[in-house]
């Protein structure tokens, strides 16, 4: 039988739909989507042992509570539609955060609570959904509100004295070299430049700053705020730099928690809400 070429471009011996050899192919185009009707931003939370879950994990628990929560999305055009989600800002893995955020694309118009409350309630208790609201357009992308970082550094075993003196050279110095391992192999780079504050937290019940956890005995907890840019600096790179300047060590593993993130300021070093200018467009 004479071979015959099909539309998955294979050879086939007959049956099925066929197309003669020597003819034109003609590729079907990809369903067309209609566009987002409703755009949410979404703060989120990494606690506990869910801060060991990678952004991969994330998202694929993200996308499952999605359909189990019933949202409306809006999906993407092309041969493998996707649902419309963008991530910005991640965390890196082992990593808890009370700051996280993404945004989604709806097919219709939803509730933001009842949004926030069906996936919260779709999610496993770690990954805990703080609020919702609605993208107002003209306010500009999620992405470019995300600037700076706060983080709370929990370090085993070294009293304040200690991570007094070790901030100290930290930030005495011009630039501290790290060294990390990425895909592309050892990296070196700056991370002072990065540093916007470093101190050392006081005891919980500081006025004006809830974030503030207790201090357990022997252990002191580092108060940083990072800039957001290229190369990426995280807590972790911070704390190779303080080994560095003052050969600061810690037995126990150090506990990285971000508090804040958003639009920085430069002058006063504080880290503010990416949410703000939605809620006050409404």
Known sequence: MEPVVTLSGTTAGGGGRRLALGSTLVREQPEQQAPPVQRLRIRYAK???????????????????????????????????????????????????????????????????????????????????????????????????????????????????????????????????????TKRGLRSFDCRAAVVTLGVAPVSGAPGDPDLPARA????????VLRHGTPSVRPDDVLAGLRETSGLEHTGSALAERVAQGPLDERSGTVGDPLAPDRDAV
């Open 217 to 224: 005995e022997g252990c002191a907890i580092l108060d940083l």
């Open 47 to 181: 606690r506990g042992r869910l801060r060991f879950a990678s952004h991969r994990d994330f998202s694929r628990s993200f996308e499952r509570a999605l359909v189990r929560a019933r949202i409306p999305m809006a999906y993407s055009s092309g041969f493998n539609p996707h649902p419309r989600i963008s991530y910005a800002g991640a965390a890196p893995t082992g990593a808890a955060s009370e700051a996280e955020y993404l945004e989604i694309g709806l097919a219709t118009s939803s509730d933001p609570d009842d949004v926030r409350r069906l996936l919260d309630s779709s999610l496993p208790p770690g990954l805990d959904v703080l609020e919702v609201v609605v993208a107002e357009p003209g306010q500009g992308s999620l992405a470019d509100r995300l600037t700076g970082s706060r983080w709370l550094l929990r370090l085993p075993d070294v009293t304040v004295d200690v991570a007094e003196a070790a901030v100290a050279r930290f930030l005495a110095a011009e630039e501290v070299p790290v060294e990390r391992m």
